[in-house]
């Protein structure tokens, strides 16, 4: 079956620090891949996705990540984080087979929480 | 008014009653989702809609009902709930229902059923 693993529930990390977020999927067929921010009592908003081409992806607010085909991992990084960071970040993932239809399937999410 | 919005933001209603929750999209989008986040669960997809027609159905109890009026309204008929259905509600568009599309998702009803 089709899966997606965040592996750090929650990050806390220092304003001007990096941060990274790990997501991995167990799949052996094409993906599309997304990373989504929810902020405090507000939806989902996209950051970033591959589709195709370059591995990497740069995302609003100076967010990228990594397609890693071999590692079936989609980091995303910010080399300077701010206050404004603190929300919640989901991986995503659209798997390209017939069982799976067109649907997402999401990651458990990271907590970022960015200290001053 | 923008955007994907959602009636109303929040909910508090017995184990009998039934409500109904509302989504809007302003965006012009041919697909529309609901989806269920519960406090330490992955968000769980409940329903899809294309062009009107329910696409996915993703094992949701039958206390559970969407309708799909048109394009841009997307409901969620509720009754007879149970405590563990209390969670964030969100709805979602989308150009189309295919897999590389965005989805633009509205701000969520909390519903506290007690």
């Known amino acids: 079956a089709q899966s997606v693993t965040q592996l750090d529930s929650q990050v806390p990390v220092f304003e001007e620090a990096p941060v990274e977020l790990r997501c991995n999927y167990s799949?052996?067929?094409?993906?599309?891949l997304f990373w989504y921010v929810q902020y405090p009592n507000q939806g989902l908003q996209l950051l970033l996705k591959?589709?195709?081409?370059?591995?990497l992806v740069k995302g609003i607010n100076g967010f990228e990540a990594e397609f890693n085909k071999s590692q079936t991992s989609f980091h995303l990084r910010k080399p300077s984080v701010h206050i404004s960071d603190t929300a919640e970040y989901f991986c995503?993932?659209?798997?390209?087979?017939?069982?799976?239809?067109?649907?997402?399937?999401f990651g458990g999410g990271t907590r970022v929480l960015v200290k001053p | 008014e923008t955007g994907v919005t959602q009636t109303p933001r929040h909910l508090v209603m017995g184990m009998t009653n039934k409500k109904s929750l509302k989504c809007e999209q302003h965006?012009?989008?041919?697909?529309m989702y609901w989806y269920k986040q519960s406090a330490k669960k992955p968000l769980e997809l409940m329903f899809v809609?294309?062009?009107?027609?329910?696409?996915e159905n993703n094992s949701v109890p039958s206390r559970f009902s969407p309708e799909c009026p048109n394009s841009s309204h997307l409901f969620l008929h509720l009754h007879t709930l149970q405590p563990e259905d209390s969670a964030l509600y969100l709805c979602?568009?989308?150009?189309?229902?295919?897999?590389?599309?965005?989805?633009?998702f509205g701000p969520g009803t909390r519903l506290l059923v007690l």
């Open positions: 809609y294309s062009l009107e027609e329910r696409v």
């Open positions: 979602a568009s989308s150009p189309s229902p295919a897999g590389q599309e965005t989805q633009y």
């Open positions: 799949s052996s067929v094409s993906v599309y």
């Open positions: 591959y589709l195709s081409g370059s591995t």
């Open positions: 995503a993932v659209s798997f390209l087979i017939k069982a799976a239809g067109n649907k997402l399937t």
């Open positions: 965006l012009g989008h041919n697909a």
